[in-house]
């Protein structure tokens, strides 16, 4: 993964998108930190979080959190429901037993598991897939935190409980101003959450901009391969660089550009799109992509 840059204000929400391993997940697991990167920069809150101890990183991680793909592996199965939301607020220390407990009813009733009363003392065995995510969106939610990485949320849901998901996230984000790095591989579930939408292709961003722009006017040929997916009901295959010879639409891909960093240029206000570097410029020589 290089070259990936990004912005996610408060109260938007970023769509990450991209087939399986495009790269996704690890650009979510070296914000929180999971994955050190020796180089590069990642900003939090005006700070620089890129390279921070274990110590510090965990008072970071009180604002900044990450809600996994999987809820039948993300919730401790020997945990009760109340333990698993109330966990990060005995880790940093925040209030009294008294007022977590209060938290936490709060946090399950905001995500839908009402009465809270019916779910605290359960274990992950007990609930349904719908009910555990929403219990790791109440473990993200209980801490206020300013960022959430939203990582493939619904992805294991069937469809009615996807759109439920999904409107406990916007009302969240409505009411909260928190900000949202939302990762899938489905540009429909992005057209109707996301502000903004960022394509990632092999490890490097292809397309960024706002939602309506990338999903009505994508020009990246990777871009509109997926929205074609869409269009047709059927999962993209993975494909490889050299498969987009798409000189048809203005750009000419091929096999070296796996290896070389592509430049993200501003084609229209608020829309980047990569183009190839120069055949005879080198990974050393190759311009990052323009931040946002």
């Not at 020796?38 to 700070?47: K, L, P, Y």
């Not at 007022?99 to 399950?108: F, I, K, P």
């Not at 719908?130 to 294991?156: C, K, Y």
């Not at 409107?167 to 409505?174: N, P």
């Amino acid at each position: 993964m290089r070259g990936v840059g990004f912005t996610i204000a408060p109260g938007k929400i970023l769509g990450l998108i991209g087939e399986s391993g495009s790269g996704k997940t690890t650009v979510a697991r070296t914000v929180m930190g999971l994955v050190r990167s020796a180089t590069g920069s990642v900003r939090f809150e005006g700070r620089e979080i890129l390279g921070l101890s274990e110590r510090e990183l965990r008072k970071v991680r009180r604002r900044l959190h990450l809600v996994f793909q999987d809820p039948y592996d993300s919730l401790h199965p020997g945990m009760r429901v109340r333990e698993i939301v109330e966990e990060a607020m005995k880790i940093h220390g925040i209030g009294e037993r008294a007022s977590r407990r209060v938290a936490v009813s709060n946090a399950l009733e905001d995500v839908g598991l009402t009465p809270s009363s019916r779910f605290t003392e359960r274990y992950p065995h007990q609930l349904s897939g719908g009910q555990r995510q929403r219990v790791a969106i109440a473990r993200a939610m209980v801490l206020d935190p300013a960022l959430v990485l939203a990582d493939e949320p619904t992805s294991m849901l069937d469809l009615s409980l996807r759109s439920e998901i999904l409107e406990i996230l916007k009302r969240h984000r409505d009411t909260r101003g928190t900000g949202y790095l939302f990762i899938t591989h489905d540009l429909a579930l992005a057209g109707y959450l996301c502000d903004r939408i960022a394509v990632m292709f092999w490890g490097k961003l292809v397309e960024l901009g706002a939602t309506e722009t990338v999903i009505t006017n994508p020009l990246h040929p990777y871009t509109k391969m997926l929205l074609r997916a869409v269009e047709e009901l059927a999962p993209p295959e993975p494909h490889k660089p050299e498969d987009y010879q798409a000189s048809d639409h203005g750009i000419q891909m091929e096999e070296s550009y796996a290896t070389i960093i592509p430049e993200l240029r501003e084609v229209a206000p608020d829309h980047y799109v990569a183009h190839p570097p120069n055949r005879q410029a080198t990974p050393d020589q190759a311009v990052p992509e323009k931040e946002d």
